[in-house]
């Protein structure tokens, strides 16, 4: 199957299989039975990517296939949004008889929100001068007329934004609304639906919790804002200055008082809270004050380090979200000599792929 070109009388196998897979192959840390969060079959996606292709007079959106490498044209996208697939229709439009615009533009990147907000970045192989920039702002303003839309033109060393960099998410968590500022070009949760489900999912398995909350790549505060309400206070760690900037904005905007962001790596976090290493951006802030007995982990692909899970292992409860199931399962196999896992969860953010999101909660022994 080509990517985004989805097969949807094919959903309830693919999510079974999922499902069977991560029981048997997380079968030796004992687990309580699996809870699965379906996705939507179809317009799941917030987030496309696209190279487009020049044809003559003609114009057009394309992915290539994994396996042949070949070039598909896509003139819809059914595992994007509705909202994403409405604005690629109306943007290829307006491009094919505009040179300035199409000249030399070799892709576009989507990024909407269930909100309603959309931006729209543009990128070339050339620099972008005054011609340009008008008829970006023509363009930008006939769109606006069906779309909350935002355009952006990037090339070599130059980014031109029409207006905002960034889109405003509204998430209903749990019967809270939660605003959240997503950055073009920045990480956000791919599928909106599920990361609310997600987002709910660690709101219940804390809702008894005690103390502080310890949360390590926060990014821009998905995690530490939903889940504040259920801890005295929120310490949080993310490395990425866009993000970071996002968290606290994402903090002013929701009138949340109890949660620290740290721009700092989790192996740099490990390193401050042995006491090893001194970091001016911990300045006025006394760790030591901090209950944090419970701790979440939201790792990239290649999991937690060595150093990262012995520190981990030192919480009471631990909340470890993974996008890789293997190396979940190569540092649960450190975890479980403390803890014990007493919540697993497959929450299917990618619908007719390899790819699997999962949550374990682990308490300890």
Known sequence: MLPGL?????????LTEKEDFLTERF??????????????AKNYRLRAEFRVWH????????????QTKEKVRVDQFPSA????NQVMSALMTELKGNQALRFKLFQIDYLSTLSGEII?????????????QAAAEALNKRLNKQFNLKLIGRARKQKICLEDDFVIEKLN???????????????????GGINQKMLEWAV??????????????????NFSLALAKNFDRVLATEIAKPSVDSAQYNISENNIENVTILRMSAEEFTSAMRGEREFRRLKGIDLNSFNCNT????????????ETVKMIQDYDNIIYISCNPETLASNLEVLSQTHNISRFALFDQFPYTHHMESGVYLTKK
């Open 295 to 306: 701790i979440l982990v939201d790792p990239p692909r290649a999991g937690l380090d060595d």
């Open 204 to 221: 219940d398995i804390t809702k008894d919790a005690t103390g502080d909350l310890l949360e390590l790549y926060c990014g821009n505060g």
């Open 6 to 14: 989805v097969d949807v009388a094919n959903y309830e196998t693919q």
């Open 81 to 84: 949004s509705l909202l994403i």
């Open 55 to 66: 044809e003559n007079e003609d114009l057009y959106h394309i992915v290539f296939n994994s």
């Open 173 to 191: 968590v749990a019967g809270q609304e939660l605003i959240y500022k997503q950055v073009e070009n920045s990480f956000t949760q791919p599928n």
């Open 27 to 40: 079968a030796q840390f004992q687990p309580p039975a699996l809870e699965s969060y379906r996705s939507e």
């Open 120 to 132: 729209v970045s543009m990128l070339y192989h050339r620099q972008l001068d005054e011609k340009w």
